[in-house]
């Protein structure tokens, strides 16, 4: 007689995918794409997908615009899908369209969206952030000092609404607000900083840290 086994099937928990909003044109910073800054020996782009990767976060788009073209040439080593935004110049909400637009087809149950141009923000303020939606929240954000900031996660319920509620640079700011109610806060401040590179004076936050031991010299 044939012996049966009772199984039970595995739960398969969808991905978490990163998408990285790096098509900025740097027009404070005379133009040149915040993508490109280099900090800490590679460039930003370089290192928030190193980031988001760190964290767990996949499959890993990425939204492109100024620079397009040395932006690719930098990623090429890099497994990472490159979505080219031809509105970049409109700001942070048609990236936020495009990104998520590019991430419909994936198997993707949620996204985690980045900022090319936080420094400050790494892998342990995403995994935060990733800890809790699988503690159950769809609508999560960085907070920072009971702010809210970026990584900002979104489940797939909520991209629609999402990319219909993104203009101008507001990104998903709108849509958040409206849903205030349902979003989980999770405070990031002891490991990050959400500083974004906008003018010149900004240009700071790339500096190597002063040697251990050493005090900064005086400003003058």
Sequence with gaps: MPVTTDTKPTDVVPPVAGLLLAAGGGRRLGGRPKALLEHEGRTLVERALAVLEGAGCGPLHVVVGAGAHEVRTR?????????????????????????????AGTAAGAVVVLLVDQPGVGSPAVARVLAAHRAGASLVAAAYGGERGHPVLLAR????????????????????RAHADGLRLVECGDVAAPDDIDT?????????????????????
């Design 200 to 220: 010149p004076a900004d240009l700071g936050l790339l500096a190597p840290p002063p040697p251990p031991g050493r005090n900064p010299p005086l400003a003058h």
């Design 157 to 176: 319920r909520h991209w629609a609404g999402a990319a219909r509620a993104a203009e101008g640079d507001r990104g998903a700011r709108a849509y958040l």
């Design 75 to 103: 990623l090429a080593h890099l497994s990472c899908a490159v979505v080219h935004n031809p509105r970049w110049a409109d700001g942070m909400g048609s990236s936020l369209r495009a990104g998520l637009a590019s991430l």
